[in-house]
């Protein structure tokens, strides 16, 4: 038997504007359109690299719509958490872990 099921992550791309905000309806549209295609194992914050670039309220906010929209009883989200410092990493870890998520990406930025 083993340990994790075995699937096809998904990326799931951060919209943003010029002004670096979060482009909310695209997102939500994007992540459910990833859903209706079948795949149910997303995450954020993952390879992409923006994780550490992102500051904690913009953070908490995709986390918070991405935990919205992956709440489906067959969704495995995860979430990336990337950081210049173990303090941040871990302020991170637990802001998702509150939000409801239980599967992360640890990575050290490179």
């Known amino acids: ?9 998904v990326s799931c791309e951060i919209p943003c504007d010029e002004n670096e905000n979060l482009m909310e309806d695209l997102f939500r549209r994007e992540i ?15 390879t992409a690299g923006e994780g550490y670039a992102v500051d904690t ?5 995709i986390v918070e719509v991405f935990f919205e929209e992956t709440r489906g009883p067959d969704v495995f989200p995860q979430v ?23 599967a992360f990406q640890i990575s050290l930025p490179s």
Not at 57 to 61: H, K, L, P, Y
């Open 57 to 61: 309220a913009r953070f908490e906010r």
């Open 32 to 46: 459910r359109h990833v859903l209706s295609l079948g795949f149910h194992n997303l995450y954020v914050f993952g």
């Open 80 to 102: 990336g958490v990337i950081g210049l410092s173990t303090a941040n990493v871990l302020e991170r870890l637990r802001f998702a872990h509150r939000t409801g998520f239980r």
């Open 1 to 9: 038997m083993t340990r994790y099921h075995q699937a096809i992550l």
